[in-house]
């Protein structure tokens, strides 16, 4: 009797006091609303905004532990229309053709005039104005893509062409600009008739970028001859990409107004204006030199500036909204613009080292044949796979019209470390090659400049540790969001209701996953979801990302739980987190990508390395709050119910590795697939066009080789040198014996004199600054050497 009291107290009476709404919201829940009020970290009116801006999408169902996975694949592949490819093929590519990287860097220090003017003339700087405005409206995949080709030429040019579509005036315009600001400046700016920038980065904020001092105080002023209402501007801003040439400048201020001259309750704070460089007081002109890059950056600065308040983004209505408006662009701008150019950069380093590595021979074998050697190999072709991938589906959420606040942070750190990750991986490879500079040198710049895609558009510490897992776990949680906005609701009923139903929806979740967790565990998550038409050869890689999607929904929920508000504090747990979503989302990006291009059979290594790759360290990132979680019985308690076995998945074995270095040294639809879309000069000065050259003439050249081995063996021939004097009277010899055809003989010349070039490494005479220059005079007036293959 007592025990059935006891189990009626404990259970029953919980039981039914929870699962009787009414008596919940009456008894329950209105003492943990209070509680949650009371823990609940203070959050600032420009967090709220950051929080707030954007949309979530595939980040969402990631998030959820059960990610539908049908929806993802049935979205459609990306693509171009006729029109886009066209441009590509023939206006990108000629601008490609305008501009030589070296020459750009040692002799224009800028890009050449003629490439400027012609990207001008031909609205590369109005890609994302619409037509009626006389712009290009070209696609985010479109942009995307001609962004990543510039890239694969320069990457000045890239960044400059890039700006002026992301996030800056022409962005703001449309979508906070009055009527008369759109009808004057969008025509204008698609023209190529303004270049404009945007300057937000103050000396005293950088990654805080809200803390600017720049100020707008509100006054009279004489404008035009007119006494009018405006503001008296102070500003001193650095970093501004195009900032030294710009013609329109977009500045973010502080609005003040100690006057009292604007209606009463106008929310003054951060505002957007644009002003024209030729105002007076405006100081622009002076350069940054970015680690020898020489895109135009640099610093302006005003003081006591007087600008007309209609010279504000959108009007003086908009004053103190400029933050929102900034951090609403900034989603869909950062998943489109550095992805871009790394991917870009990591095709140009994947396209020369590949080749090299099968024309280049030590120790009488063709490098890329040593299996440290395809280590590395396999590493650089297994992200720039990954990279690719999360650069279309990004670029895809955009042109769905998300603004992807969550997957754009994800984007820009992912894709610009695995960048990173795979020049440096050239650069080991090439050896010296890399090392010295001078126009032979295909990988050098890129690997001098890499840093700046680490560091701008969100510093990638920051974004990693507070950007993808700080807005993540609020924005893309089913229910944390709805139960911040329910303890801010002024109305307690309604707040009270909300609250009830999303915090209860909430632990029915963490009950779920907990119970998933467990099964996915025991099963081997045999039973977690695989798409309807899914390749059966990669249906164990959906099922893995179930069973960690359900891991990770857990953790998040335990951390926050356990941590609270300090959880913004404790950045190597959240930042861990975060590395465990983004990995998922990049391992759905590389199974679409693989669906989306035709399951080719080829391609298979690159999609096996990389998603195994990134399921080990999704597993590492967990493992690793796990073993710094501050409450140790809750994270041994966690780790039991999620990895009872240990750790589930492997890193890439050394046999797939070789599997993938050998498809990136093997010519075909597969390497073509891998470096797609990135440019190739047909010009003999190019050191990655006579690489591929070389590459390309390879099959054949291993095939005489191979013919003639008895020939060598039985010492009627000696073995093949690889110089060209030597190689010329031994083919001479061998035509004579009649073992070699004379094309062959010529084939045998021809790649030779590629692999020369290709080898090739510039040096100059002491004076190194008046012989490069020498050089470079030399070099441009020479003319182009065309190839005609
Ligand atoms: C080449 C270049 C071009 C640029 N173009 C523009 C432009 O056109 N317009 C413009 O307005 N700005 C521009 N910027 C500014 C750029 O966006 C900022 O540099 C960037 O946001 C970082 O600011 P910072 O360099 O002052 O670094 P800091 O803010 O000083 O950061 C230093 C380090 O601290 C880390 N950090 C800071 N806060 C946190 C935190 N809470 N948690 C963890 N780590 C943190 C950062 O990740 C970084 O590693 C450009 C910068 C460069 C270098």
């Not at 009414?22 to 943990?32: F, Y």
């Not at 299996?371 to 769905?400: C, F, I, P, W």
């Not at 490069?772 to 441009?780: F, G, P």
């Amino acid at each position: 009797m007592i025990f059935w009291t006891i189990v009626v107290l404990l259970i029953g009476v919980p039981a039914v006091i929870l699962g009787v709404p009414a008596l919940r919201r009456s008894l329950v829940t209105p003492h943990i609303f209070a509680l949650f009020k009371r823990i609940l970290p203070a959050m600032s009116d420009t967090e709220r905004d950051a929080l707030e801006a954007g949309t979530t999408w595939w980040d969402a169902d990631l998030f959820s532990g059960r990610p539908d996975w049908d929806k993802l694949m049935k979205l459609p592949k990306p693509t171009l229309t006729a029109e886009e490819q066209s441009f590509l093929d023939v206006e990108v590519r000629h601008l490609c053709e305008l501009v030589d990287d070296w020459e750009s860097t040692q002799v224009w220090q800028g890009i050449p005039a003629p490439a400027w003017q012609y990207a001008r003339d031909k609205g590369f700087l109005g890609m994302i104005i619409p037509r009626e405005y006389g712009g290009k409206a070209f696609s985010a995949y479109m942009h995307s893509q001609v962004v990543m080709q510039l890239s694969t030429r320069s990457s000045a040019l890239a960044v400059q062409v890039m700006v002026p579509n992301s996030l800056g005036p022409a962005e703001l315009l449309l979508h906070y600009g009055t009527e008369e600001q759109k009808n004057y400046y969008l025509p204008r700016l698609a023209a190529g008739k303004e270049i404009p920038c945007f300057a937000l980065t103050s000396p005293y904020a950088g990654s805080d970028a809200a803390a600017i001092p720049d100020t707008g105080v509100v006054c009279m002023g004489t404008h035009e001859g007119r006494e009018t209402l405006g503001l008296r501007i102070t500003w001193n801003k650095r970093y501004i990409t195009l900032g030294p040439i710009a013609t329109l400048l977009g500045l973010a201020f502080r609005v003040v107004d100690p006057d009292r001259l604007l209606p009463p309750g106008t929310d003054t704070g951060i505002t957007c204006a644009l002003i024209p460089t030729t105002h007076e007081g405006v100081v622009i002109g002076r350069r940054h030199w970015p680690l020898g890059a020489v895109f135009q950056n640099g610093p302006t600065s005003g003081k006591d500036v007087f600008i007309p308040m209609n010279w504000i983004i959108g009007g003086p209505q908009q004053i103190g909204k400029g933050w929102r408006m900034l951090m609403e662009c900034l989603a869909a701008g950062r998943a489109i613009s550095l992805p871009s150019t790394s991917v870009g950069t990591a095709k140009l380093a994947v396209r020369g080292t590949s080749a090299y590595c099968a024309i280049r021979r030590q120790f009488k074998t063709p490098i890329g044949k040593f299996e440290g050697v395809q280590e590395a190999l396999a590493r650089m072709g297994g992200n720039l796979y990954m990279m690719d991938a999360t650069r279309k589906l990004s670029a895809l959420a955009v042109d769905l019209g998300e603004k992807p606040a969550v997957i754009s942070a994800i984007a820009k750190y992912h894709v610009t470390e695995r960048g990173r990750a795979v020049v440096n991986d050239g650069m080991d490879i090439l050896g010296g090659k890399g090392i010295c500079m001078g126009p032979s040198n295909f990988l050098g710049r890129a690997y001098q400049q890499i840093p700046i895609a680490i560091t701008v558009e969100g510093a990638n510490i920051l974004t990693r540790c507070l950007i993808i897992f700080g807005q993540g776990a609020i924005r893309a949680h089913p229910y944390v969001l709805r139960e911040m906005h329910a303890t801010a609701d002024k109305d307690q009923r309604r707040a009270e209701l909300e609250f009830d139903d999303a915090f209860f929806g909430h632990v029915r979740f963490v009950c779920a996953n907990a119970a998933r967790g467990l099964w996915y565990a025991l099963t081997g998550a045999s039973s977690a979801p695989v798409p309807q038409q899914a390749d059966p050869a990669m249906a164990g890689y959906y099922r893995a990302v179930g069973r960690m999607s359900t891991a990770f929904a857990l953790l998040t929920d335990t951390s926050m739980f356990v941590l609270g508000g300090e959880l913004k504090r404790r950045e190597r747990i959240s930042a861990r987190l975060g590395d465990a979503l983004s990995m998922l989302y990049l391992v759905s990006a590389t199974l679409k990508r693989f669906e989306d291009d035709g399951r080719q059979a080829d391609d298979a290594p690159y999609v096996h390395w990389s998603v195994q790759d990134a399921l080990h360290k999704a597993q590492l990132a967990l493992a690793g709050v796990l073993d710094n979680f501050p409450n140790r019985f809750i994270a041994g308690a966690v780790r039991v119910l999620l990895f009872p076995f240990g750790m589930p998945y492997a890193e890439p074995n050394d046999d797939l590795g070789g599997d993938v270095a050998r498809a990136m040294q093997t010519a075909g639809p597969s390497r073509e697939r891998l470096l797609a879309d990135g440019f190739l000069a047909d010009d003999l000065r190019d050191p990655v066009a006579c690489g591929e050259l070389a590459f390309a003439l390879l099959p054949q050249v291993d095939a005489i080789e191979h013919r003639l081995k008895p020939a060598v063996r039985a010492g009627q021939l000696g073995a093949m040198p690889q110089t060209l004097p030597l190689l010329d009277q031994w083919s001479a010899h061998a035509v004579s014996l009649g073992l070699l055809t004379p094309e062959e003989r010529r084939t045998l010349a021809d790649f030779a004199r590629f692999t020369d070039l290709s080898v090739h490494v510039d040096d100059f005479s002491p004076d190194l600054n008046a012989a490069v220059d020498a050089e470079q005079r030399r070099r441009m007036t020479a003319p182009a050497i065309v190839l005609e293959v």
